[in-house]
């Protein structure tokens, strides 16, 4: 009996591997094959949707991700997996959630901890995606934290995860005065030109929130540290103090009054609360087919000055928590708690709590 147990498992560990070099030689030329490592289950994801496959055990550590995914092109390299240094996106780390304090030679933030939930109670797979670039050319003091969230497929949202800091630093270097609405329009405007040639693309899409965290020097104030935010679609930031709490991006959706308007004066449609009856966002990355209907990837642009004299918390996050949880609760987590990671653990707990269905992406960065 023993024997036979023994080659029972023997020859179920040589079936799982055949698997996974069957799918590695199958979507070789696929870069949006990953494995998700949200449960003990793991699945293989490709962007046909048909094709998963659940594994009960835990696959061989060189098959953590599959496929020839495409890099970025910046000239920083992640030096581990959790310091921040250079940039840090969904492919560089194999983690859920992870706490860092700010490099030695970067104190434009104390520290950021950030949480990725699937909910695969209800969701097969995660169309979620992050970028982060702490080292900025010339060692200047800032930092930008960017989070993006797919629709339709997270083909969109992958581009961006692995191109959007490559984007920017183009269009960065390009001032010597930095005029950060223009290097953001011109960021947007380039990368939804290059996703017109993803195949598909006309039907898929993503949202996004950028945060630039940098200093300004103000003739009356002094030097000041600023926030620039950048955003498309549902995805939002607020900035939470002991004073109040800021809501810095904008939510682009139907039931928007000043986006119905915008719509209704190009000649688009609303139909059912939904840009052409298709998508329920006014502004998004892709969603080609949505733009005759008056869907527009320009983002909204706003620059907050920040009082460093007290606690502070900024708050990047995707609808499966705005929709969930509302400013007073957070409000009230974050003047209970000094620790970002306490932060983060509660929110993403309390959206669950109140019933999200949705991937949860949470990002709490203490200034």
């Given at each position: ?87 840090i996106t969904s492919n560089t780390i194999n983690v859920n ?7 030695e030679t970067n104190k434009s933030f104390k520290d950021i ?203 990047l996050a995707t609808d499966g928590i705005w929709d969930y ?43």
């Amino acid at each position: 009996m023993n024997i036979l147990k023994t080659n029972k498992i023997k020859n179920k560990k040589n079936l799982k591997k055949k698997i996974y070099l069957f799918m590695e030689k199958r979507y070789s030329a696929d870069p949006y094959l990953q494995i998700d490592s949200n449960t003990n289950q793991k699945k293989i994801i490709s962007r046909r949707s048909s094709d998963l496959l659940l594994l009960n055990s835990k696959e061989p550590k060189s098959l953590k991700y599959l496929g020839n995914r495409t890099k970025s092109k910046s000239p920083f390299r992640v030096q581990s997996k959790l310091q921040l240094k250079g940039i840090i996106t969904s492919n560089t780390i194999n983690v859920n959630e992870f706490k860092e304090k700010s490099p030695e030679t970067n104190k434009s933030f104390k520290d950021i901890s950030f949480i990725q939930f699937q909910n695969e109670s209800y969701r097969d797979y995660m169309e979620d995606r992050f970028s982060i670039l702490i080292n900025f050319p010339n060692n200047e003091e800032k930092a930008l934290f960017a989070i993006f969230d797919g629709h339709g497929g997270s083909i969109i949202s992958e581009f961006l995860c692995q191109n959007f800091i490559s984007f920017f630093l183009k269009q960065y270097q390009k001032y010597e005065i930095k005029n950060y609405e223009k290097i953001f329009q011109k960021t947007f405007s380039s990368l939804n030109e290059e996703i017109k040639k993803i195949s598909n693309s006309y039907k898929m899409g993503s949202t996004a929130t950028i945060i630039l965290i940098t200093k300004e020097t103000d003739q009356i104030l002094g030097s000041q540290k600023v926030i620039y935010c950048a955003n498309i679609g549902d995805t939002n930031c607020e900035l939470f103090s002991k004073s109040n709490c800021k809501r810095i991006s904008y939510e682009h959706r139907c039931n928007d009054s000043v986006e119905e308007n915008r719509i209704k004066k190009g000649n688009g449609s609303i139909i059912n609360g939904r840009v052409g009856g298709i998508i329920s966002v006014t502004r998004s990355f892709g969603d080609f087919q949505c733009k005759d209907f008056g869907l527009i990837c320009e983002p909204y642009i706003n620059k907050v000055n920040v009082n460093c004299n007290e606690k502070n918390f900024l708050i990047l996050a995707t609808d499966g928590i705005w929709d969930y949880i509302s400013e007073e609760d957070i409000f009230f987590i974050t003047m209970n708690n000094n620790d970002s990671m306490i932060v983060c653990k509660n929110i993403i707990d309390k959206a669950k709590l109140n019933g999200s269905t949705d991937n949860m992406t949470c990002m709490v960065i203490n200034l």
